[in-house]
């Protein structure tokens, strides 16, 4: 397998079939931004990656896409790719979260200037202290439910995924910890990486919607990165996952990549918190 065709099942892997379509030309591809209106056209040349890749221009933007909005893209797309690409190294990945990234905050400043209240408007009752609950550590393990995928084996390391609904970043880690402190093989792991995304919705109209989200590689490089993509890939919400990694003594290199989502995206379907997927009958533990 080319690292090109390596490369492309690694990103499917992670963000699902649609994020990269072949065309009637081998080495032209169109690749969806995920969670972004638009699409763009990249082309392989038969060097990569000792080559750089081009990017020819805007496949198409999504009906709702502002005036110039396909232009803005394109030209961020090729500026973000001549800082990711290095000469011999696959650098799909890093374009695509790197222009996911800065599209996204891109937007969330478009939306906070748009949504923003002018000072004056603004009456002393009306600002209030944020306050946020913290229920007890007993509490929160007492209702945690996770569901786990099928394990995964890969020259000798076995890979599996846990995947259970949370709704705060202390709830999260008190899951966390329980479970490594009552499952001895879990403990035992080479790697536990987590990630999660949690969202609380405003108790008032002047209150905004309050937005967490971390992952952490447990010495895994990068990889606790790639699973809070997967998340936002999938945009999933209220939602922890565990990918556990027992190491075999030999490297996979990228392919551990394409193994940890795969078997992250199996947890959070029979899950039931990607709703766009089709949910089988579930194992809990």
């Known amino acids: 397998m080319?690292?090109?065709?390596?490369?492309?099942?690694?990103?499917?892997?992670?963000?699902?079939?649609?994020?990269?379509?072949?065309?009637?030309?081998?080495?032209?591809?169109?690749?969806?931004?995920?969670?972004?209106?638009?699409?763009?056209?990249?082309?392989?040349?038969?060097?990569?990656?000792?080559?750089?890749?081009?990017?020819?221009?805007?496949?198409?933007?999504?009906d709702a896409a502002p005036k110039g909005y396909g232009s803005h893209v394109l030209k961020l797309a090729r500026e973000t790719l001549g800082r990711v690409w290095n000469s011999g190294s696959v650098c799909l990945y890093d374009l695509i979260q790197e222009l996911d990234s800065l599209?996204?905050?891109?937007?969330?400043?478009?939306?906070?200037?748009?949504?923003?209240?002018?000072?004056?408007?603004?009456?002393?009752?009306?600002?209030?202290?944020?306050?946020?609950?913290?229920?007890?550590?007993?509490?929160?393990?007492?209702?945690?439910?996770?569901?786990v995928s099928a394990p995964t084996a890969e020259k000798k390391s076995v890979f599996i995924a846990r995947a259970c609904a949370v709704s705060s970043p202390i709830q999260a880690s008190a899951y966390v910890s329980h479970l490594l402190a009552t499952?001895?093989?879990?403990?035992?792991?080479?790697?536990?990486?987590?990630a999660y995304r949690i969202r609380s919705s405003p108790s008032s109209p002047l209150d905004r919607e309050l937005v967490y989200q971390d992952c952490d590689d447990d010495g895994e490089t990068a990889a606790g990165g790639r699973l809070l993509h997967l998340l936002q890939a999938m945009d999933v919400w209220n939602v922890l996952v565990m990918v556990s990694r027992w190491y075999g003594g030999v490297k996979l290199g990228p392919d551990r990549f394409r193994i940890i989502s795969a078997v992250a995206r199996e947890a959070l379907v029979e899950g039931g918190f990607d709703q766009t997927s089709k949910v089988p009958k579930s194992r809990k533990n």
């Open 183 to 194: 499952d001895k093989k879990l403990a035992k792991a080479t790697h536990n990486i987590t």
């Open 103 to 147: 599209l996204e905050v891109q937007q969330l400043s478009h939306d906070k200037e748009a949504d923003s209240i002018p000072a004056e408007k603004l009456e002393l009752e009306d600002i209030k202290p944020l306050s946020l609950p913290t229920p007890s550590t007993s509490e929160f393990v007492s209702n945690s439910s996770w569901v």
């Open 2 to 62: 080319s690292e090109v065709d390596s490369e492309i099942l690694a990103i499917k892997a992670i963000y699902g079939d649609d994020i990269l379509q072949s065309t009637d030309r081998e080495d032209l591809y169109i690749l969806s931004i995920p969670l972004h209106p638009v699409a763009l056209q990249v082309q392989f040349p038969p060097e990569y990656p000792a080559a750089r890749p081009t990017i020819n221009g805007i496949e198409s933007t999504g």
